[in-house]
């Protein structure tokens, strides 16, 4: 049987052991969550934090985490970027905000959103779009609009990017289309 103490889980809280312990202790936790998904430094800071573990101890050991690749928000970013612009289609936007509460810093979230372009975005909002298309036929053209251009929206994508995709991909099947521009007002 694993000792439980060992790795992290049970055992005296942060401040009762001996330093090696806590070192011990803060890097099988660091270890086991890292084992589950990837991490930022914030995420296993506030895992670490919770779990009493000095903040000197904290700092000790994901500088060296981070020292030797185990922890590293840049790559952390960008593959969230790819895997959630691929898998979940969304926009930059979408991206930086859950990269934000995740805890990356902003030049480190601006890097990897930077690394989609323009064009890969609107092309991933457009297959978006003509996914959906198929499950609005047969419905009144303001119900059309108004869910393609909320889907959109929930992703991240502009207001102006969306209008535009949403009116050629209707016009493309055919559909007379006559709302006004996010422009227009």
């Known amino acids: 049987m694993p000792d439980r103490a060992a790795d992290g889980r049970d055992g005296p809280p942060g401040g ?5 312990d806590l070192y011990a202790r803060a890097r099988a936790i660091c270890l086991r ?20 573990i000095p903040d000197e101890v904290i700092e000790a050991v994901l500088d060296r985490f981070g020292e030797v690749g ?3 928000d840049a790559v952390f970013a960008e593959a969230w970027v790819d895997s959630r612009h691929a898998g979940r289609g969304l926009a930059r936007r979408a991206l930086a905000a859950e ?3 995740r805890g990356v810093d902003e030049d480190t979230v601006r890097a990897a959103v930077d690394g989609l372009s323009p064009a890969q975005e609107e092309a991933t909002a457009r297959q978006l779009v003509r996914r959906r298309l198929a499950a609005t036929r047969g419905k009144p053209t303001e119900v059309r609009v108004r869910r393609l251009m909320g ?3 929930r992703r991240g994508y502009s207001a ?4 535009r995709l949403v009116r050629e991909e209707l016009e ?6 006559d709302f006004p521009s996010p422009e227009e007002g």
């Open 16 to 20: 009762s052991a001996a330093p090696e």
């Open 33 to 52: 969550l890292l084992t589950r998904a990837p991490r930022t430094r914030a995420q296993l800071t506030d895992a670490l934090r919770r779990r009493e």
């Open 70 to 72: 185990i922890v590293d």
């Open 99 to 101: 990269l934000r509460q």
């Open 151 to 153: 889907m959109l929206a």
């Open 160 to 163: 102006g990017l969306a209008y």
């Open 172 to 177: 493309a099947e055919g559909v007379e289309v």
